[in-house]
């Protein structure tokens, strides 16, 4: 029986031997979860946010708490990749697959207001993990060796779930009537619809209000997520409301193709987890879009956009 304390790592792998060990195509090292599209899944973890209980050693997922106690100091990259940890636990847990778990030890600490770490040991543990079951407050417990139950099926679970609280999507409904949100665009269908979805006048980005317009509405703006003269579809899965800053920062800032993905797997996939198909479909072209110069060009082309 192997204990907690066992796991601590004490040499210091590289990711890039490990992703080359696992078959995993690694894109940037700095990531906190690496994956293939279709697995295998590897997850790095602090061994300081393991548990020990009844011979189970587990971790929740808490990535998404992380971004939203840290949303006002950590940098959209960072809150990007503790969105992409999530969402890979996510995908593993309705898969059923397995998750490797890279074990991190080092230093935590604040600099200034903002969270910062330094692995200084990282190994690949042996043992597979899963995605095994929710707790009470419906986070994912990932425990070491021990496979999800058959006849656990996480649809039908979230399903019943849904059904109990009521809650036709994963976010509570905003029982707003009047939109306070102004978007300035051609009024499509799919803008209306993005224009309700946001009614409350808070950037999907950022979380703050846009700025209030002469007749008292937020201004935000309609942006495609992948563009529309770069094979998007006018679907109000691949659009967001977003503020006039963030939407310069989608086509022109130097992070935008990790914001792309924080788009992707953050907010839409919040709204529509069900659509797993139409999700995977978006990272796919915003993967290419990611290694496309003419893709990018047209990205920068596209800065008003319908
Ligand atoms: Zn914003
Ligand atoms: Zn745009």
Redesign the pocket.
Known sequence: MTTLQELKPTTKQLVRDITERLGIEMTTQYDWCFSNPDGPYLVNIWHDGMFEENDEIYFVDRASDWAEKNIDTATPVQLNRAAAVSALIHTAYYRKAPLHVAILDGIRRTVGIRETSEAHQRELDSVLWYPHHKDENRRIVVVRGKPQPQNIDPYAEEEEHQRQVKVPTARPPKKIEVSATAIYERDSEVVKAVKRRAADGH?E??G?EGFKTANGRYYLEAHHVIPLNCGGRDDIRNVVA??A??HRRAHFGEERHDLRDGLIWNVLASYYPEDEEFLEELDEKSRQLRHSDAAQRKLEDNRVES
């Open positions: 950037c980005l950022c703050q977003i503020c800053n963030d």
